[in-house]
């Protein structure tokens, strides 16, 4: 998995959204980079499905995939990477009070890194730097989050502020990593 293009920390935990996980590794991996899958504990994680169902006012989640984390947040150092995506699912409502992500969050953004979240995934961006003025976007029913911290949601499938990157669900992955690819590739020139 070594890569000449650089690391890009990829953080979930159990109830992390399966499509989510597998699709950003396999999509950076295919890009040339190192995806590092992060998490509260090194260990299998569970992740999830979340799907849209004509029936259901919400999305409906059943069991996912078994992911692997390659590492936890501890030690994590900001300066080995080049970017951060924070996946969605149930997984950020539990993240998001994780002192130590917290504080690598905080880090990347001060660093000026590239700072990409799914779905939920803005839960722990929204827990970690303040967002006010901020373009976002996010699955629509978290939308009152981003507003009450001051942020902008814009209903679109991916929205670039900068150096961040939002999409709503993983309906939006065309969309979000077409932004991601292109923001990568100018951030290595």
Not at 10 to 28: C, H
Not at 65 to 86: H, K, N, P, V
Not at 96 to 114: D, M, P
Not at 174 to 184: K, N, P, Q, T
Request: aromatic share 10%; charged share 20%.
């Amino acid at each position: 998995m070594n890569s000449s293009k650089g690391k890009v920390l990829v953080v979930t935990d159990d109830a992390g959204e399966s499509f989510e996980i597998l699709y950003a590794k396999y999509r950076l991996l295919e890009a040339g980079y190192t995806p590092v899958i992060a998490a509260s504990r090194k260990k299998a994680l569970n992740a999830v499905i979340h799907d849209f169902h004509p029936d259901w006012n919400t999305y409906i989640e059943k069991p996912g995939y078994l992911i692997a984390a390659d590492s936890t947040f501890d030690g994590l150092q900001a300066a080995e990477f080049t970017a951060m995506l924070l996946i969605g699912g149930r997984a950020p409502e539990y993240l998001r009070h994780n002192r130590e992500l917290v504080s690598l969050v905080q880090t990347f953004a001060e660093q000026n890194k590239g700072l990409f979240a799914i779905c939920h995934g803005i839960q722990i961006l929204l827990a970690a730097v303040p967002v006010a003025g901020r373009r976002l976007t996010c699955y629509e029913n978290v939308r009152s989050e981003v507003i009450q911290h001051g942020g902008e949601w814009i209903d679109r499938a991916s929205v670039i502020d900068g150096n961040w990157i939002t999409a709503q669900t993983w309906e939006s992955h065309a969309e979000f990593y077409r932004d991601i690819m292109s923001w990568l590739a100018a951030a290595s020139k």
